[in-house]
């Protein structure tokens, strides 16, 4: 009931359409690669079957929309070589987390680097942790 709007357009601008923006710029240099990859930071929070972490009004519906538009880019997508794919890369130690986490960033970065390593024929428009998750 006391949702900021201005909180929610900068959390949007910044997890959703920046996301947006930045690949619609790639793409089509992505389009001329062997094989391309995109990965798309989200978090577990954005999950409706999971609904983790703390309510957090404006972060949390934007990493379920940056689901959604994963899943949608990836549909688009599908008749070329792009792979697209959103993962979580858990409760990580960071600035955002006050280093509130004994998780290392490395630890974090290994699914998306698993991911932007997938083979030709590895799935698209999915979200990933250390396995696939719900949403």
Wanted: glycine fraction near 8%.
């Amino acid at each position: 009931m006391t949702l900021d709007l201005d909180v929610v357009r900068q959390v949007l601008d910044t997890n959703v359409f920046g996301v947006v923006r930045v690949t619609n710029a790639v793409l089509p240099l992505l389009l001329q690669s062997p094989a391309p990859r995109i990965v798309n930071v989200s978090s577990n929070m954005g999950s409706l079957s999971l609904q983790t972490g703390p309510q957090m009004a404006a972060y949390a519906p934007s990493k379920t929309m940056l689901n959604s538009m994963t899943a949608q880019y990836a549909r688009r997508l599908a008749d070329t070589k792009v792979i697209i794919n959103a993962c979580c890369p858990g409760y990580v130690s960071t600035d955002f987390t006050g280093h509130a986490s004994d998780r290392a960033p490395e630890q974090g970065a290994a699914i998306a680097l698993h991911l932007v390593t997938l083979p030709d024929d590895g799935p698209r428009g999915g979200f990933f942790d250390d396995g696939a998750i719900p949403w």
